[in-house]
């Protein structure tokens, strides 16, 4: 299965697109940390719909710059709950066929 990565033109199968959007995009992935609590989140938006996909980040310990160390181990999960997003509600946004997702799913 081929598919357009949802920021921009380029195309391949799920996981080059995958390592493609970490490797180029990592930059919409933003992360926050609230000082009083000490509770951290990273966030990405649906380029599709109103989603802003949030979840909170638990690391195992209290590394104060954990959030900019781990930014790419972040995104990675991101991005993946992203394109589960992309071929559950906007298939045809990247280009795959809602069919070949049945196909697949069989």
Known sequence: M??????CDAIGGL???HRHMLDTHLD???T????????MEYALA?????LDYRREVKPRNRNPRFLEEFKAEI????FDQLLYHMLQEHP???GVDPAEL?????
């Open 2 to 7: 081929e598919m357009k990565c949802p920021y």
């Open 75 to 78: 995104a990675l999960v991101a």
């Open 46 to 50: 649906c380029p599709f719909c109103e």
């Open 92 to 94: 045809s946004e990247v």
């Open 28 to 30: 919409l992935v933003t």
């Open 102 to 106: 049945r196909e697949i799913r069989e």
């Open 32 to 39: 926050a940390r609230d000082d009083a609590s000490g509770k």
């Open 15 to 17: 996981v080059a697109t």
